[in-house]
């Protein structure tokens, strides 16, 4: 039988039993709307009051600072263009976040950039991390806004968040953080992490797509980017999505419970397979070693184009992905890898494999079988591999 191995968790994941079996029921009899008065209504409504409480529960925020929405970048546009249009009236036009955010973030700055708003990209150090003194520097008076992801989804860097969002607060400035990738895989305490909004997303913890929430420290009013109904304190219209509510929810407790024992495991398995890819000659880990996500491994291989290697690994069964240009469906390669400084060639050759909790060893070993046939074969067909060799010589 042909081995399948899913090592993609940083694009999505797979729901899991129990939150399927804590979705169905909402799927099915309980098709009641949250806003109904009668008994059918209520019960959607109980169920959706207890999610919220979950949530909230999970990140040390109260319930009544979560709002629901259809998923991260929902989030990310509602937090950061609702804070610049609030803050823009009292003359605040200037918003900081980093050259190597989600497109959910960077393509909402350019929406306000164009709308006259200034952006101030910082960049980060070749290991992938921001610098908290560049944060401190680039907060000006009229600045309205910090952005910055908690953990960056294609090298799995972890940021200081709760450093950069004490140095927003001594400015009194707001912070939020997209921390789709972080929630579920490290602790959060948005109230300890000084964090004034925070981004979240279902299916990349193992709950359903088409759902997230936005965390809104009390006090902070933003204006709707939905309008219609009064659903979520009449902050967000559109009749509830109670069952990807439910989803989303059971999948958070179950990954915020375990977060310790999950993250030693996972973390073992990829570093058997950082480990064991670097044996390969000319190749490079992309991120700093020790900060970064359990499961993330994203390495750079020299003379490689990583769409032909995503090819010959998914026919051998293995999901991965690339920061190579066709993939992202733009010429240019990943954002991210040309921002921590790698040549575009050796970007084009990059190959991300990120493990979530239900991959095992075998997996692992399995990959390390593989990966170093493909990439030999695919030096031995590639010009540019041959050019690095003459080089050499
Ligand atoms: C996946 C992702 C998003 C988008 O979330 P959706 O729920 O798919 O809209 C935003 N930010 C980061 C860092 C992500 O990884």
């Given at each position: 039988?042909?081995?399948?191995?899913?090592?993609?968790?940083?694009?999505?994941?797979?729901?899991?039993?129990?939150?399927?079996?804590?979705?169905?029921?909402?799927?099915?009899?309980?098709?009641?709307?949250?806003?109904?008065?009668?008994?059918?209504?209520?019960?959607?409504?109980?169920?959706?009051?207890?999610?919220?409480?979950?949530?909230?529960?999970?990140?040390?925020?109260?319930?009544?600072?979560?709002?629901?929405?259809?998923?991260?970048?929902?989030?990310?546009?509602?937090?950061?263009?609702?804070?610049?249009?609030?803050?823009?009236?009292?003359?605040?036009?200037?918003?900081?976040?980093?050259?190597?955010e989600h497109h959910a973030v960077l393509h909402t700055m350019?929406?306000?950039?164009k709308e006259g708003f200034e952006i101030t990209e910082l960049p980060v150090t070749p290991q992938g991390l921001v610098r908290v003194e560049d944060v401190a520097a680039a907060i000006r008076e009229d600045t309205a806004l910090v952005t910055i992801m908690y953990a960056n989804n294609e090298i799995g860097t972890i940021q200081p968040i709760a450093e950069i969002g004490k140095v927003c607060h001594e400015k009194g400035v707001l912070f939020h953080t997209d921390a789709v990738q972080a929630v579920g895989n490290v602790p959060i305490d948005v109230k300890e992490q000084n964090i004034d909004l925070l981004s979240l997303s279902g299916h990349k913890l193992h709950g359903p797509k088409g759902v997230g929430a936005l965390y809104i420290r009390r006090g902070i009013v933003i204006p709707n980017l939905i309008d219609g109904g009064a659903q979520e304190k009449s902050k967000r219209a559109g009749t509830e999505n109670v069952a990807g509510i439910v989803g989303l929810a059971t999948a958070m407790e179950i990954a915020?419970?375990?977060?310790?024992?999950?993250?030693?495991?996972?973390?073992?398995?990829?570093?058997?397979?950082?480990?064991?890819?670097?044996?390969?000659?000319?190749?490079?880990?992309?991120?700093?070693?020790e900060r970064r996500l359990p499961g993330n491994v994203n390495i750079s291989f020299e003379g490689v184009e990583g769409e032909s290697l995503l090819l010959w690994l998914d026919q051998n069964g293995i999901c991965a992905s690339s920061g190579s240009a066709c993939t992202s469906g733009s010429l240019d390669p990943s954002h991210v890898l040309i921002a921590i400084g790698l040549p575009h060639e050796v970007a084009h050759g990059s190959l991300r494999l990120t493990l979530g909790e239900f991959n095992t060893t075998e997996d692992v070993d399995y990959i390390l079988e593989v990966v170093p046939g493909v990439i030999e074969k695919?030096?031995?067909?590639?010009?540019?591999?041959?050019?690095?060799?003459?080089?050499?010589?």
């Open positions: 039988m042909k081995k399948f191995v899913y090592a993609d968790n940083a694009a999505t994941t797979k729901i899991t039993q129990p939150v399927l079996d804590a979705m169905l029921p909402w799927l099915t009899e309980g098709y009641g709307n949250a806003s109904s008065i009668y008994s059918k209504g209520r019960e959607a409504l109980k169920a959706l009051n207890s999610a919220r409480e979950t949530v909230a529960g999970c990140l040390g925020a109260k319930p009544e600072e979560i709002f629901f929405t259809s998923g991260g970048s929902e989030a990310d546009n509602w937090a950061i263009k609702g804070v610049a249009h609030t803050m823009a009236k009292k003359g605040k036009k200037h918003l900081i976040t980093s050259v190597f350019d929406a306000l950039r915020c419970n375990g977060i310790e024992e999950r993250a030693s495991k996972v973390k073992q398995m990829r570093d058997r397979l950082i480990d064991g890819l670097l044996q390969i000659p000319r190749c490079r880990l992309n991120g700093d070693r695919l030096r031995a067909m590639s010009p540019l591999w041959e050019r690095i060799i003459a080089q050499e010589k």
